[in-house]
């Protein structure tokens, strides 16, 4: 079992930054596979960006260049820093822990960016 908490989400005018974070606890951090997705109203959730366990990253077209995802398995956390914000950010953040034997989600972070 793996618990999953986010923060660092809010409000920013559009060209901003934020930088989430989502701390785990429980079970061995550094065997899974840590993402970022995000989940706008009347939208499915979609994948944001991913780091695997040797630490290869991936991205959605739509942020890269302008998000970083990292990880401190010392610290059990994983990253994202957003910047250049658009509007079209706007949405709730997950954090996602999966592997072949689990697949966890945290509660959610509401990112907002104002035009």
């Known amino acids: 079992q793996v618990q999953l908490v986010e923060s660092g989400g809010g409000l920013v005018q559009a060209g901003g930054s934020l930088r989430l974070s989502c701390a785990a606890s429980?079970?061995?951090?550094?065997?899974?596979?840590m993402g970022w997705y995000r989940q706008a109203p009347g939208k499915q959730r979609e994948l944001v960006a991913a780091?695997?366990?040797?630490?290869?990253?991936s991205y959605a077209d739509s942020v890269k260049g302008r998000f970083t995802i990292s990880r401190d398995n010392a610290k059990n956390t994983v990253y994202l820093q957003m910047n250049i914000l658009k509007p079209e950010d706007t949405a709730v953040y997950y954090c996602?822990?999966?592997?072949?034997?689990?697949?966890?989600w945290g509660q959610g972070t509401q990112v907002t960016v104002s035009s």
């Open positions: 996602n822990a999966k592997n072949s034997w689990g697949n966890y």
């Open positions: 429980g079970s061995a951090f550094s065997v899974y596979v």
């Open positions: 780091v695997a366990t040797g630490g290869n990253r």
